[in-house]
């Protein structure tokens, strides 16, 4: 079933908008018996639905620039999903021009939310584990990040956000975060910089939000990113309470994890991303 629609508040200028609608399993899966996938879509803002995560064509940043090309795709292998994205980006600006990512929850642009477990208010949640499994290649100027929005009620809206949390798990000749840096903070045993930005501004939005930034110590140095592992979003939040930087009575509405991409080519496989939240 095809769809079209295309959330005007994010990209008015963007006519179109492809967006696949499937169920079947989400990335990570023990299931062996896989209904076969193979979508693929270059349309900006193309969205293909699991039944717990959306993956996003996301070109927020694209406007002129009309030199690129980025795609999605979703296929099924013996393991179950793999999801995927590459990209194209060329000219001189240093701005942020996508970010393709998969995103579990309700992103505050959209109607619904991929998972009834989100949003949840803050203070009820005990864990929010995050295992991921991804692979960048390319000669570009990239970073891998999970990024959250936290709004002030439970139904997420443009107008409801307060909060930017970004964790940036490794980058390739990335320039630096929004922000002033803080301090080097020790979260799960892992040191992290926090940076932070009291009111974030961006092109065509008309709201501010405070950016909460951590760039993760350990780094890879070269062209290929390969990441596997697991990250508590519970305990960034909790730090973050606690200095007083967002508060408890605010709403967790999303999870994403993708590619911030500023020029150049890339491509990205996504072998897990599965978010597991106890209250």
């Known amino acids: 079933m095809l769809i079209l629609d295309l959330p005007k508040q994010q990209c008015s200028w963007i006519f179109l908008s492809v967006i696949f609608l499937f169920s079947f399993p989400s990335c990570k899966s023990p299931d062996t018996n896989i209904e076969q996938i193979n979508l693929h879509s270059c349309q900006p803002w193309a969205e293909i639905r699991s039944n717990a995560l959306l993956l996003t064509n996301n070109i927020w940043g694209a406007r002129n620039f009309p030199d690129f090309k980025q795609c999605i795709a979703a296929k099924t292998d013996h393991s179950g999903i793999v999801y995927s994205w590459n990209w194209s980006w060329h000219g001189k600006n240093g701005q942020v021009k996508s970010y393709p990512s998969l995103c579990f929850g309700h992103k505050p642009w959209n109607k619904h939310s991929t998972t009834e477990k989100l949003p949840i208010l803050l203070t009820a949640i005990n864990s929010l584990l995050v295992e991921y499994n991804i692979k960048t290649t390319g000669s570009s100027i990239y970073n891998i990040l999970l990024e959250s929005w936290i709004t002030s009620t439970a139904i997420p809206r443009p107008d409801t956000r307060v909060a930017e949390l970004a964790i940036l798990l490794d980058e390739h000749d990335w320039p630096g975060m929004p ?11 892992q040191n992290f910089d926090f940076y932070m930005e009291p009111r974030m501004v961006v092109p065509d939005d008309s709201n501010t939000w405070i950016y909460l930034g951590f760039v993760a ?14 990250i508590d ?11 007083k930087y967002i508060r408890g009575s605010q709403y967790l509405s999303s999870v994403e994890l993708g590619n911030e991409v500023i020029s150049g080519e890339g491509k990205t496989f996504v072998k897990d991303f599965h978010v597991s939240i106890r209250r």
């Open 179 to 189: 922000g002033h840096f803080v301090e080097t903070v020790t979260i799960d045993g």
């Open 233 to 243: 979003i519970a305990k960034f939040i909790r730090y973050l309470v606690a200095k």
């Open 217 to 230: 110590k350990e780094e890879s140095a070269n062209a290929t990113s390969k990441l596997h592992g697991q």
